[in-house]
C-alpha cells in the first residue's frame, strides 16, 4: 500500500504546468487548506474539508470524509474531479482521496455539495502535514 501511495506522489510531484481544465498539483499545509478557494471560468469550488468519522463496518477503521461546496455559474454541465494526497512531517504520503459531484457533473446554474471518502487506520489523520490537491474537469 505505501508502494503505491508513493507512486501516485511521485507521478504527482513530476506532473508538469496544468494544463487548461487542470489546476495542477497544489501544495499546501493543512491549515491553509481549510481556506482553499478554486475559481476557474464558470465554476467555484469552495468550503473544503476533511473529518474523520467512526465506520459502521470497522470498529479498527475510521472514515475521512473530503467535502466540498461547487457552483457552476455557466449554461452547460461542467465534470469536475478533486484528487488529495495526504503527507505526514516527514513528507511520507498517507492517504489518497477523491471527490466528485454527481455523474462527475456540476449542474448549470446550480450549487451543489459534494464528496469522497476514504478508510485509514486510527491515528492517520492526526498525523496530516500537507496536502497535495489537484482540480481536473472540463472547465
Avoid: H
Wanted: charged share 20%; proline share 4%; aromatic share 12%.
Amino acid at each position: 500500500m505505501r508502494v503505491l501511495l508513493w507512486l501516485v506522489a511521485l507521478l504527482a510531484l513530476s506532473c508538469g504546468a496544468a494544463k487548461a481544465g487542470d489546476s495542477g498539483w497544489v501544495r499546501m499545509t493543512a491549515a491553509e487548506f481549510a481556506d482553499y478557494q478554486f475559481s476557474r471560468g464558470d465554476i467555484r469550488l469552495d468550503y473544503f474539508t476533511l473529518a474523520e468519522q467512526s465506520s459502521w463496518m470497522s470498529d479498527e477503521l475510521r472514515v475521512l470524509k473530503l467535502s466540498l461546496a461547487g457552483v457552476n455559474k455557466g449554461s452547460d454541465p461542467v465534470n469536475v474531479v478533486v484528487q488529495l494526497i495526504a503527507f505526514d512531517r516527514a513528507d511520507q504520503p498517507l492517504f489518497v482521496i477523491t471527490a466528485e459531484p454527481g455523474f462527475s457533473q456540476l449542474s448549470p446554474g446550480q450549487v451543489e455539495d459534494f464528496s469522497g471518502d476514504v478508510y485509514v487506520a486510527p491515528g492517520e489523520f492526526a498525523q496530516v502535514a500537507s496536502y497535495l490537491v489537484r482540480i481536473s474537469g472540463s472547465f
